[in-house]
């Protein structure tokens, strides 16, 4: 069984400030590692996916990192802005269809 | 193209009672997932559907069970409803075929059992 943890829960930051935030899974036989933004109320949104042979992806102001060996990903979101406040998931399916999710870290970007 | 959508996008039941809900899957894919996000949690995988058949599930009871069409939209359906079922109900559509493919998720179906 995969456990995934976010830690911190929150996070509240000054606008421009870089946004480090983690997630951390039990079983490193991952298929890959996704991170998703759910806006309250709302469906998840993708941002990126990190194939298990990958170690980083990078998409705009996002950088996603895989270790699997310490059971490690983190998610870098550069010069925050407020509409980058969100709850932001990370998901580590241990096969190709059943995503286990950590609980979220709601960050606030504060103007 | 059409993302995933999903009806109704809220719903009031009363304990005991039963519900379905729908999802429509994105073009051109043909695997759907159900999820159940409770508030201040992380969604938890109920099942999933593979071309019209079951194709994996979590730890949920058999009061909560699925459809797949041959156009490859989805529905849950959720018997005697409990106070614990209410909850964000998300559905997800992936391409098949491609392991470890990127899901798309639907706006979700917000249930309230009172």
């Known amino acids: 069984k995969q456990e995934v943890t976010q830690i911190p829960a929150a996070l509240s930051v000054p606008e421009g400030e870089n946004l480090v935030l983690n997630c951390s899974f039990t079983?490193?036989?991952?298929?890959?590692l996704q991170w998703f933004r759910q806006d309250p109320g709302k469906g998840l949104t993708s941002l990126l996916l990190?194939?298990?042979?990958?170690r980083e992806q990078t998409s705009g102001r996002l950088n996603a990192s895989l270790d699997k060996s310490s059971g490690r990903s983190t998610l870098y979101i550069a010069a925050s802005q407020p509409g980058d406040s969100a709850t932001y998931l990370c998901?580590?399916?241990?096969?190709?269809?059943?995503?286990?999710f950590g609980a979220g870290t709601t960050v606030t970007v504060r103007a | 193209e059409t993302g995933v959508t999903q009806s109704p996008t809220h719903l009031i039941k009363t304990r005991g009672q039963q519900v379905t809900l729908r999802c429509s899957s994105q073009?051109?894919?043909?695997?759907v997932s159900w999820y159940q996000q409770a508030l201040g949690q992380g969604p938890q995988f109920i099942f999933q559907?593979?071309?019209?058949?079951?194709?994996g599930r979590g730890n949920f009871p058999p009061r909560f069970s699925g459809l797949q069409f041959p156009n490859y939209s989805s529905e849950l359906n959720v018997n005697a409803l409990e106070l614990d079922d209410s909850a964000l109900y998300l559905c997800?559509?992936?391409?098949?075929?491609?392991?470890?493919?990127?899901?798309?998720f639907g706006p979700g179906t917000r249930l309230l059992v009172l």
């Open positions: 073009s051109g894919h043909n695997t």
């Open positions: 079983d490193s036989a991952i298929y890959n």
């Open positions: 997800a559509s992936s391409p098949g075929g491609e392991r470890g493919g990127t899901q798309y």
């Open positions: 559907y593979y071309r019209e058949e079951e194709n």
């Open positions: 990190i194939q298990s042979s990958q």
């Open positions: 998901a580590a399916p241990l096969n190709d269809y059943k995503l286990s």
